[in-house]
């Protein structure tokens, strides 16, 4: 079985449950969660079972009382996924959610401040335990602060060019090369930016396509109203 995107998302979230409470999860709670059926939960949690990333178990009901119950625990497969590649599992709905709404409010404060202060506000937010997604995004904010210092022209050729472009990873790759070869030019003696281009475009391309498209289209509604 492949596993598309949507099939990650789920994956994602039965990870991260099981990792925060310790138990295993029914579909009831991943249908919640996730805003869907709980047929249509309870189908793919059977497929990821199917192939390898799940494993079944169950529970009684009410604290022991009552009917058993299926539930699922992530399998080794499904954990070194997570953990082993670069990218790994996008982030839940909830993870993003909160995510964005943060790097708003850093972006917003790092726009007021000069650049070292800017640096501050967005790389301090990134803690160890962070997620690849969640480090982009932080990077990624650096790049929105820097292109308020974009000549307005300047900025309207970066949206055109951005819109012209059709896959989320091309565009979020487009505008920081961009962006990147403004702020060289511009802080190239106050900062270093010799080598970082080349790590920075490696980052964005681990992502997983729901978290390239993910910050692509907050990077787009942020350069919407910026200017």
């Known amino acids: 079985m492949a596993l598309t995107e949507r099939r990650k998302e789920f994956l994602a979230e039965v990870v991260r449950l099981a990792g925060l409470t310790g138990d295993p999860v ?17 189908d793919m949690l059977r497929a990821l ?18 009917r058993s119950q299926v539930v699922y625990r992530p ?3 499904a954990i070194a996924l997570t953990e082993g590649s670069h990218g790994g599992l996008p982030l839940s709905p909830e993870e993003w959610k909160r995510a964005s709404a943060r790097l708003s409010e850093q972006v917003m404060a ?8 800017a640096v501050a506000i967005l790389a301090g937010g990134v803690a160890a335990g962070d997620s ?4 982009c995004a932080r990077i990624l904010g650096l790049f929105l602060v820097e292109f308020q210092e974009l000549p307005q022209n300047g900025q309207g050729s970066v949206r055109s060019l951005l819109a012209a472009t059709e896959s989320p ?12 070869g403004a702020a060289l030019s511009r ?5 270093d930016f010799g080598s970082s281009l080349t790590h920075i475009l490696g980052a964005l391309d681990s992502l997983s396509d729901l978290d390239a498209d993910r910050l692509a289209a907050f990077v787009e509604q942020w350069l919407a109203t910026a200017g």
């Not at 726009?111 to 202060?117: G, Q």
Request: net charge negative; no cysteine.
């Open 49 to 66: 079972e199917g192939a390898g990333y799940l494993e079944r178990d169950y529970r009684l009901r009410g604290g022991g009382q009552g």
């Open 187 to 191: 802080l190239g003696e106050i900062i």
């Open 110 to 117: 790092a726009t007021e401040s000069d650049v070292f202060e």
């Open 132 to 135: 690849h997604a969640l480090v």
């Open 26 to 42: 029914h579909h009831g709670e991943l249908s919640e969660l996730l805003g869907v059926s709980a047929g249509t939960s309870y």
């Open 169 to 180: 990873l091309d565009r979020l790759t487009l505008f920081v090369a961009i962006v990147h």
């Open 75 to 77: 399998t080794d497969r």
